[in-house]
């Protein structure tokens, strides 16, 4: 069994390597629109999910240290493809629609709301969806929707909490014990709970270290 020790400096090579491979160049590659246009890769894949608004894009973008990679809004609804970035060809990052915003036409939400689900049940090189939720707000119906069609699809799947600074550390720690009972009924889900700001970058390399960890195709503690 590893020492406290060693598996503090398993964690420590990792949260380098972490930091490292986000200073890699991340090229954006193709926004698809359509299940065919799915770019063909065998890269590991990791995909960013979660409500209209809710931080998705700016969350790419502090990961990756650039302010304008992925397209952020104050208008929600702003990303309406999936949009793929190739990180250092190490891994691959996926901007996903956000659900639950109504002013766009229905036939529209339809659309990316089906092409979304269908990437996320179909895509066999997607090793983790990083699943936003507002950490003022906590889980809401479409949250639970997308959480019963990863647990059938058997993807596995991280709640990242948004916008810390815009909470207190008390309010965010009762929302992480709330959320961590609810996880228990669900089969998919990894258990540790990040919080994070993209605006004050919180939480910003702990992220980075777990989705190094999907880059090495490293089995990391708590996986399901
Ligand atoms: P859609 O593409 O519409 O699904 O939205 P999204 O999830 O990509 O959200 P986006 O990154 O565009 O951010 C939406 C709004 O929230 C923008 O006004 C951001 O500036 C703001 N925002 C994102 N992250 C943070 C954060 O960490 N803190 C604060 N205070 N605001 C944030
Ligand atoms: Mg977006």
């Excluded at 060693?6 to 193709?30: K, M, N, P, V, Y």
């Excluded at 009762?174 to 970058?201: C, F, Q, W, Y």
């Amino acid at each position: 069994m590893a020492t406290p020790h060693a598996a503090g400096e398993a964690g420590s090579e990792l949260a380098d390597f972490g930091r490292w491979l986000f200073t890699q160049e991340c090229r954006f590659l193709i926004s698809a629109a359509q299940s065919d246009h799915l770019p063909l890769s065998d890269l590991p894949e990791v995909a960013f999910a979660g409500r209209s608004n809710v931080g998705k894009s700016s969350l790419i973008n502090a990961l990756t240290g650039r302010k304008m990679l992925a397209r952020t809004s104050n208008s929600p609804g702003r990303t309406r493809l999936l949009n793929f970035f190739d990180l250092g060809e190490r891994l691959m990052l996926v901007d996903l629609p956000g659900y639950g915003y109504a002013r766009a036409a229905k036939g529209d939400i339809r659309r990316w709301t089906g092409l979304t689900r269908d990437y996320l049940r179909g895509r066999a090189q997607l090793r983790r969806v990083c699943l936003l939720v507002d950490s003022r707000h906590g889980l809401k119906e479409g949250d639970r929707t997308i959480m019963e069609v990863l647990d059938a699809a058997a993807v596995s799947y991280q709640l990242v909490l948004t916008k810390a600074d815009k909470s207190k550390p008390g309010p965010i720690d009762a929302m992480k014990s709330d959320l961590g009972r609810e996880l228990t009924r669900h089969a998919a889900t990894h258990p540790n709970i990040l919080v994070t700001s993209a605006h004050k970058h919180q939480g910003i390399d702990e992220l980075r270290a777990a989705l190094a960890a999907l880059a090495l195709g490293a089995p990391e503690e708590g996986d399901s």
